[in-house]
């Protein structure tokens, strides 16, 4: 069992070598609905001795458990049985993520689809993992046997928390590595509750499992040591670099995905509706607590000032409210915390640019870490809300232009995650495509994600790809393998 039976507070253990075990100190943490601010779940607090135990866990599981034995047919078996159990209780996955994370109830329904959607992918490209024969002098034979990269510690942020599992999760079991999964501190509902199934689908104890934790004690404890294989992580820049520095010490693999401040560029021969929709999609889904948040937005000059009107005045149109109601297009932010720091830069940007929309906290809250979709134009891109990391409802809208000047403002940031363009022009949009230095581009869209295609920035948005194929090969080495056909001794000697 991974609670005991409290009737509102639930408590949830750490899974390690699969058993549910509390943390080595018996101390928790509390996990809050950021809607009401009530706490609704008691954490284990996980420190280095609950790291240790994992890692001993994941350890003999990889190295001469039941795990190491297991073939990639049986993976991907696995793999469906839990695709199965998550859109079995696709409801009851959905209204933990919507109350621990405060999204709303339809985006998270979105969500567990995508989780299941992942799950399914990866098991089916378990058992397609296949190595090469190299064309050596036929005195031998050369070929690559791939194989799983070993112990993944792997470590997410709190905006998409079953998807962000999922995206670690299922690569790494369809590679054959064994995971410890440390979800955040703000939201580890769902991961905890997806666990009871592992036994079910099959999962030998120690193959995967989750501890939770802050990061500064649990997550660090994790990248440093030396009994993890690689890293994989999504989160803060800021987090990532400590990462990197920590990891470098024992030389483990490290994947990074990381924060954006990503162009969503408007020409003005765009399709006006959608461009106006696109642009407050693409900043306000999720409350703006996205990775790819369009939030900077790039509008040509001669639609400019009919443009920041349009989208002020749908924006006007967007439901705040509860997130368990269907009609909610956005709910509060994650955290007290991020409340505190979307607000602070609300403050920045009233003194660095001009106010359309929004600003502050809705007034019709009495609780919940609310804010309103805000648009600052007449922004400036060397204003701090046009380089930083927000990670809430905040647009930056910047006027260009023509074309050069917008991929110069586009790609002078320090991220490289995302872009969008839109326009009807065909050739514009392409020569925009191969100027923006970033990892994901949409043409006259902004955010879909599809599991079969790669994801994952350049510059300081990380390192690695996930999803498709290539977030499979991050959970694998190549070995070459030389075989002498020649029965002629070397005769060196
Ligand atoms: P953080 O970087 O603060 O935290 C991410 C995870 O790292 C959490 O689990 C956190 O633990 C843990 N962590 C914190 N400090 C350390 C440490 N010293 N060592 C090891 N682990 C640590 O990010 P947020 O959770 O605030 O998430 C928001 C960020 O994530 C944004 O910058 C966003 O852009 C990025 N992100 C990127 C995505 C992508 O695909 N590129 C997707 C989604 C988000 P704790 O539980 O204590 O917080």
């Not at 507070?9 to 601010?37: C, H, L």
Request: net charge neutral.
């Amino acid at each position: 069992m991974s609670s005991s039976a409290q009737p509102s507070v639930r408590t949830y253990q750490n899974y390690i070598n699969g058993q549910w075990v509390p943390s080595g100190s018996g101390k928790t943490f509390p996990v809050y609905d950021p809607s009401t601010e009530e706490i609704i779940a008691q954490v284990a607090a996980s420190e280095s001795i609950d790291v240790e135990r994992a890692v001993k866990a994941a350890r003999a599981a990889f190295d001469s458990g039941p795990w190491a034995k297991i073939t990639a047919q049986d993976r991907g078996r696995i793999l469906f049985k839990l695709v199965d159990k998550v859109r079995q209780n696709a409801s009851m996955l959905a209204e933990i993520e919507c109350r621990n994370t405060g999204k709303p109830i339809v985006e998270a329904e979105y969500d567990i689809a995508d989780v299941a959607t992942c799950f399914e992918y990866y098991g089916g490209l378990a058992n397609k993992v296949m190595g090469n024969v190299m064309p050596v002098p036929a005195n031998a034979l050369s070929f690559t046997m791939r194989e799983p990269v070993g112990v993944a510690g792997q470590i997410i942020p709190w905006n998409y928390p079953l998807m962000m599992a999922a995206w670690k999760l299922a690569p790494a079991i369809a590679a054959g590595c064994a995971c410890i999964l440390k979800p955040a501190e703000q939201t580890p509902l769902t991961a905890l509750e997806f666990a009871n199934w592992f036994e079910e689908a099959g999962l030998p104890p120690g193959a995967v499992n989750i501890i939770n934790g802050y990061g500064e004690t649990c997550g660090a404890a994790l990248v440093a040591h030396p009994g993890v294989d690689k890293i994989a992580f999504t989160g803060s820049a800021v987090v990532g670099k400590i990462i990197v520095k920590s990891a470098a010490d024992t030389l483990k693999r490290v994947t990074l995905e990381l924060g954006g401040k990503s162009p969503n560029i408007f020409f003005a021969d765009a399709d006006w509706e959608a461009a106006v929709d696109g642009a407050l999609f693409g900043v306000f889904i999720n409350q703006g607590e996205v990775c790819s948040a369009g939030s900077r937005i790039l509008v040509e000059k001669k639609i400019y000032s009919k443009f920041v009107e349009a989208m002020t005045e749908k924006a006007k149109r967007i439901k705040l409210g509860p997130p368990l109601e269907r009609e909610t297009k956005m709910g509060p932010l994650v955290s007290k915390e991020q409340y505190d720091r979307v607000s602070s830069y609300l403050e920045v940007g009233r003194k660095e640019a001009k106010v359309a929309i929004g600003g502050g906290r809705p007034k019709q809250f009495g609780k919940g870490f609310y804010v309103e979709p805000t648009i600052f134009y007449d922004v400036d891109n060397s204003a701090r809300i046009s380089r930083e990391e927000i990670f809430g409802p905040v647009a930056s809208v910047i006027p260009f232009e023509d074309e050069g000047a917008a991929i110069r403002i586009a790609n002078d940031t320090p991220y490289g995650l995302a872009g969008a363009v839109w326009t009807r022009d065909i050739y514009k949009a392409f020569r925009v495509v191969k100027s923006l230095r970033a990892g994901i581009i949409w043409v006259n869209h902004m955010q879909p994600t599809y599991v079969e295609a790669p994801w994952g920035g350049y510059k300081q948005s990380g390192f690695g790809r996930e999803l498709g194929p290539w977030g499979l090969e991050e959970y694998l080495e190549t070995k070459q393998v030389y075989v002498n056909l020649d029965e002629t001794p070397i005769g060196w000697y």
